[in-house]
């Protein structure tokens, strides 16, 4: 019996390690570029303008062993300062971007439980200390069945209509 509780602990503590194996520090809005030195020079840093870089990779090159692995992290800088980050995940059904949300980020999302059980797009915001906080879990239907694509998205408030701007310019080109 010992040796079974034992091998309970291990496996419950071991899904705890991993899920915390992963430090998100610095991906935090206003981080300058040179806080992602090794990303730099490793993955590719687009340009959208001449103000603004891009920077997407996995998140397994930061995180070896966790539960948000299959993760795309994108990184947005005005003038080398981080003004918006993105995680997209396809892969993980278990909805890991909202645990990142609420455990990493402490956003304290809730989730509805109504949307859920309608099997309807999932969608919540905040907005903390001028920082916008945005989470959707889109599941497919009919011919989509069984697909999904999960973000979360940080966003500087002050640098949202820089970014609104480009975008709008990029789409119209």
């Known amino acids: 019996m010992k040796k079974y509780l034992f091998i309970l602990f291990f496996i419950t ?26 990303e730099t020079e490793i993955f590719i840093l687009g340009k959208i303008n ?4 891009i920077l997407t990779f996995p998140i397994e090159f930061v995180c070896e062993n966790s539960i948000i ?3 795309f992290i994108s990184l947005f800088f005005y003038k080398n300062k981080t003004i918006r980050i993105i995680y997209e995940n396809i892969i993980q059904k278990n909805k890991p971007l909202f645990k990142l949300a609420n455990e990493n980020y402490k956003i304290g999302f809730k989730e509805n439980r109504k949307i859920i059980d309608a099997n309807e797009p999932e969608q919540y915001a905040k907005e903390k200390n001028g920082v916008y906080y945005l989470y959707a879990n889109i599941k497919g239907i009919n011919e989509n069945k069984g697909n999904f694509f ?4 940080i966003v500087d408030k002050k640098h949202e209509e820089i970014m609104n701007k480009e975008s709008l310019e990029l789409e119209t080109q």
Do not use: P
């Open 69 to 71: 692995r299959g993760t």
């Open 150 to 153: 999960e973000i979360f998205e």
């Open 50 to 53: 001449e103000d603004i870089d």
């Open 13 to 38: 503590y071991s899904t705890k390690a991993i899920a915390l194996n992963c430090d998100l520090q610095k991906f935090q809005i206003g981080k300058d570029i040179s806080y992602f030195k090794k």
